[in-house]
């Protein structure tokens, strides 16, 4: 990822992202969340009454430390299960598929003994391709700068 056009759903524009610490601990902790794919920045932002798409021109800083995840593995659940039982890491960018509602109900699952890590899998695999990009820390989010935002309500 070297520039690249980057979406985030919300119920208003964002010109200026903040990091704000929220009631839940999400996949990749604590960060300003966006995606790669504009349907599913959509399906984020059809959750508010008012429905906004933000859009940001990210340009990738080698020397920041980004963390990866190009496949869902071992390491990504681990990663993630960590995240959200509130374990910090030294991250400033974290990018991966995302443990979206019914695979965190796995996670759940799997944290609770109920299933094995190996049906974990076997469920997993049969999910939609997800995507989000964490901004972690505000060197992060000096990486990404406000384009425009698109009320989508009606659509």
Not at 123 to 128: E, I, T, Y
Not at 129 to 145: D, S
Request: proline share 2%.
């Amino acid at each position: 990822m070297s520039k690249q056009i980057i979406y985030h759903g919300s119920c208003c524009e964002i010109d200026k992202p903040e990091i704000k610490k929220g009631k839940y601990n999400k996949d990749f902790g604590i960060g300003f969340y966006c995606t790669v794919l504009e349907e599913q920045a959509r399906k984020w932002a059809k959750k508010y009454e008012t429905s906004v798409i933000n859009l940001y021109e990210y340009n990738e800083n080698p020397q920041l430390n980004i963390k990866e995840f190009t496949v869902m593995t071992e390491e990504w659940l681990d990663f993630i299960i960590n995240c959200r039982n509130g374990k910090e890491h030294k991250y400033d960018i974290v990018i991966g598929a995302m443990a979206d509602d019914q695979v965190y109900n796995y996670v759940t699952d799997l944290i609770a003994g109920n299933i094995t890590r190996e049906a974990f899998w076997e469920l997993a695999k049969f999910r939609h391709p997800t995507h989000q990009i964490a901004f972690c820390t505000k060197k992060a989010l000096e990486t990404i700068k406000f384009v425009k935002a698109i009320n989508i309500k009606g659509e």
